[in-house]
């Protein structure tokens, strides 16, 4: 299913400069060294100066066939398509099609609040519309085919979280409303939409409206690395998400359209700044992005298990973007890197150092642990001959070993010290540590 946005605020860069040639060999072998450790899979590209400088693909495009991915290869880019839907409804403003203080009771009155919400309320996530991936009866209908009308009957059924306006909370429903507005007041599919005003002007060649995925079709299937294989994730039926995720495409395609919209090749450079109207950090379709003492613009995305990320950085004239199938780690490293990479400047290399405990050992951590002031417990329990950890309310993840008291979940940057003397663990994640204790 296609997830919230999870964006790090912050990008911090260190590091000597290197030559350019060296440092884009090292993220190649980077990239490399995550694949054969199967931490990732999938496609990445930096743009310097307006001009391509690094282009590379690791992995499958279709595990059970053995066939690789290339650059070409098309992956699903989650919510990077609503900067696409955005772009989109700033054309529509300018061609008089919509306005941006027009009511979304003039499409779905029946929606809670719908007099109150504006096209920009909708472009910014300030509606308190609810958003439906968040329900667990999503679950039972993503992989199915769904119509505007069935769509709209779940959309208008939740309460409404909070007054349109008063604040910014991300919800996928926004942009699904978004993109069926744009059919009607264009009287065309999303798909056309996506073609006739920013592929076909920009000349992209992998970018379209997905459907079913087709690896004959150098389309790529999205994978988790699950006790020594790959298993191919279910799929979202494309007709869900519509301009909230539904878009494929290539990291070069994307970095030809974030370089285009900036330029003016889709709308006016005007209404490229008004899309940077950032409110609590999100725009029109996009969010702004800290990076030293200067600021980018972009978008993440996550749908099934697809990650990919879309920067830009302006005042440095440098754009990255990946696209990735599997991932068993926090894809904001590889972010970092690229930018990295990108300005020259050397990095550290993971050693992928992970060690075989005894199951005597690791029953000596199982339990059910809390801390003071945490709104949660952590139970820790063995499952197939592995430890994993499982916080209230959340789904359970895998801890490796990397000593016989040091564990961690790369995908989330969470690092677990065991002190089974004292019946606690440390738990640090992104600069917060926090002390639990076994019940």
Do not use: C
Request: charged fraction near 25%; aromatic fraction near 12%; avoid cysteine.
């Amino acid at each position: 299913m296609f997830r919230k946005l999870l964006f790090v605020a912050a990008i911090g860069i260190s590091g000597m400069v290197f030559s350019q040639n060296a440092v884009k060999e090292k993220m190649s072998d980077y990239l490399d060294s995550l694949f054969i450790h199967h931490k990732v899979m999938g496609s990445f590209a930096l743009v310097e100066n307006d001009h391509p400088t690094f282009i590379k693909a690791v992995g499958f495009a279709d595990a059970e066939k053995n066939k690789m991915a290339n650059v070409n290869t098309q992956y699903r880019i989650g919510s990077i398509s609503k900067t696409f839907t955005a772009v989109l409804i700033m054309k529509a403003v300018e061609e008089k099609k919509i306005s941006l203080d027009k009511k979304l009771s003039d499409f779905y009155p029946d929606i809670p609040n719908a007099d109150k919400i504006t096209t920009e309320n909708l472009l910014q996530h300030r509606t308190g519309i609810h958003n439906l991936t968040d329900e667990a009866e999503y679950g039972q209908y993503y992989t199915k085919p769904q119509t505007e009308i069935s769509l709209i009957n779940i959309i208008k059924k939740y309460k409404s979280d909070f007054e349109p306006g008063s604040r910014h909370e991300y919800s996928n429903s926004n942009y699904i409303l978004l993109g069926f507005i744009l059919e009607k007041i264009y009287k065309k599919s999303y798909s056309e939409l996506v073609k006739e005003k920013i592929t076909k002007p920009l000349k992209l060649t992998f970018t379209e409206v997905g459907g079913k995925i087709d690896t004959s079709k150098n389309q790529a299937k999205s994978y988790q690395f699950i006790n020594g294989k790959y298993e191919a994730s279910s799929e979202t039926d494309m007709s869900i998400p519509i301009g909230a995720g539904n878009i494929i495409s290539t990291p070069s395609d994307l970095l030809t359209f974030i370089l285009g919209l900036e330029q003016g090749k889709l709308i006016k450079k005007q209404n490229v700044e008004k899309m940077k109207n950032f409110v609590d950090g999100y725009g029109y379709g996009v969010i702004k992005i800290p990076f030293e003492k200067e600021w980018g613009f972009g978008h993440t995305g996550g749908i099934d298990n697809f990650s990919s990320a879309l920067y830009y950085f302006p005042t440095l004239k440098v754009a990255m973007a990946f696209t990735t199938n599997q991932s068993d780690m926090d894809t904001n490293d590889i972010s970092i890197k690229l930018v990295e990479t990108a300005l020259g400047r050397d990095f550290k290399m993971p050693s992928f150092r992970t060690v075989e405990i005894p199951e005597n050992i690791l029953q000596k951590y199982t339990g059910t642990y809390s801390s003071v002031g945490v709104p949660l417990k952590i139970n820790i329990f063995i499952q197939n001959k592995k430890l994993m950890a499982q916080a209230t309310g959340q789904s359970a993840f895998p801890l490796e070993a990397i000593s016989d008291t040091n564990f961690i979940f790369d995908k989330a940057g969470i690092e677990i010290n065991f002190y089974p003397e004292k019946k606690q663990f440390i738990i640090l994640q992104r600069g917060t540590k926090n002390t639990f204790t076994k019940q």
